[in-house]
């Protein structure tokens, strides 16, 4: 059995300069074990007043939001969310969501494959990049 304890996760915040709401703190749990090579999942939280940039995956994803409320844009879509809401959202097409109300917004992210490609549109800091892989293990 394979478990992960959310609130146990070391987080990495990350922000992009040209854009100062758009501030996450976020895990790949899973990612990168030997016996998860058919699924990836990211877990973020979002501060109130703060977003998770626009972006796109190379993987069909389902977000579930733990917690919180906002609003997202899916491709040419926007629509309020709220804790227990699950939301589609299509490979390659692009995507943010803001923290509209008044705590953390946590979310899980289960993709359909392990091999995962974000493509934000302004690098991401620290890390100082634009494109961020996340890859399973290979077989050994």
């Known amino acids: ?9 070391d987080l990495l915040e990350s922000w992009q ?3 100062p709401e758009s501030r996450t703190r976020a895990s790949f749990p899973l990612v990168g074990m030997s016996d998860t090579k058919s699924l990836g999942v ?3 939280e979002v501060e109130p007043g703060n977003m998770l940039a626009s972006h796109t995956d190379s993987q069909d994803e389902i977000l579930v939001l733990l917690s919180g409320s906002g609003e997202g844009t899916i491709g040419e ?4 969310l709220r804790a227990g809401a699950l939301v589609f959202i299509p490979a390659m097409v692009p995507h943010w969501f803001r923290n509209t109300g008044t705590e953390t917004l946590h979310c899980v992210g289960i993709f359909a494959g392990a091999n995962v490609v974000s493509t934000f549109e302004h690098a991401l800091q620290p890390m100082g990049m634009r494109v961020l892989e996340h890859q399973a293990l290979a077989a050994v």
């Open 1 to 9: 059995m394979i478990t992960v304890q959310l609130t146990e996760l």
């Open 77 to 80: 879509e926007t629509g309020q």
């Open 17 to 19: 300069e040209e854009c």
């Open 42 to 44: 990211v877990y973020f």
